[in-house]
Structures are given as C-alpha cells and as structure tokens.
C-alpha cells in the first residue's frame, strides 16, 4: 500500500500516467497526449473531461496566493492590502502553467482512482 501511494505520487510529481506510471502525460509544455505512449490509456475519457481539474486549479491557486499574501504581509505589514494583492497576483502568473498541468494531471489520477473501470482504454 504505501510503496504503490508511494509510485503514484512519483508519477504525480513527473506527470506520468495513472495505470502504467511511465508514460508522459504531457509532450512538451503545453501539448498533451491524447494516449499514454507506454501503455495506450486514453487521458482524456470524454468531452469536457477536464472540468474536474478546474477545481484542484482553483484550490492549487488560492493556496498559493492565501500563502503568498501571508508572507507578503509579513515582511511588508505597512502596505496596503490592494498592493500585496496586486504583488501577489503579478508573481503568481508565471506559476499558472504549472498549475493547470499539476491540476490536469491529479485529476486524470484521481479520477482513474475513483473510477477505475470506466471508458478510455481501447478505443
Ligand atoms: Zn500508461
């Protein structure tokens, strides 16, 4: 059990793939496979299938901007909110794409988790 959690959350960190954990989930930075090139696992199981991530993105995002602003206000306790908020918001773009990916990516896991059995192999 904890070797396979263990597996998965490496594969989570190197976005591989949730049934085989060697094959990429993304071809370069933007570009994803429609299949895992290792074990042919379609990714994404239907139309509108990456809804689901939008709401880790969303979670992935305000952790990130609720610490973000802490720290800011910590080492900044003068400045006006509106400013930190703005501060955070710049340095937060850059991160974006990294958190849309890590987002689809635990998604694609999680739902293979969840519904294992479900449509997306051979078709
Ligand atoms: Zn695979």
């Given at each position: 059990m904890a070797i396979s959690l263990n597996r998965r959350l490496w594969a989570i960190w190197q976005m591989?793939?949730?049934?085989?954990?060697?094959?990429?989930?993304?071809?370069?930075?933007?570009t994803m496979y429609q299949?895992?090139?290792?074990?042919?696992?379609?990714?994404?199981?239907?139309?509108?299938?990456?809804?689901?991530?939008l709401y880790i993105s969303y979670a992935f995002a305000s952790l990130i901007l609720g610490l973000g602003m802490l720290a800011l206000h910590f080492i900044?306790?003068?400045?006006d909110l509106g400013i930190l908020v703005l501060i955070v918001g710049v340095l937060f773009l850059p991160l974006a794409p990294t958190v849309t990916r890590y987002a689809r990516v635990l998604w694609i896991h999680f739902d293979r988790w969840a519904w294992p059995d479900q449509t997306g192999t051979g078709q």
């Open positions: 591989r793939c949730p049934q085989c954990y060697s094959g990429a989930i993304y071809r370069s930075d933007r299949r895992c090139p290792a074990c042919d696992l379609l990714f994404e199981r239907e139309p509108g299938y990456f809804l689901g991530s900044l306790p003068d400045w």
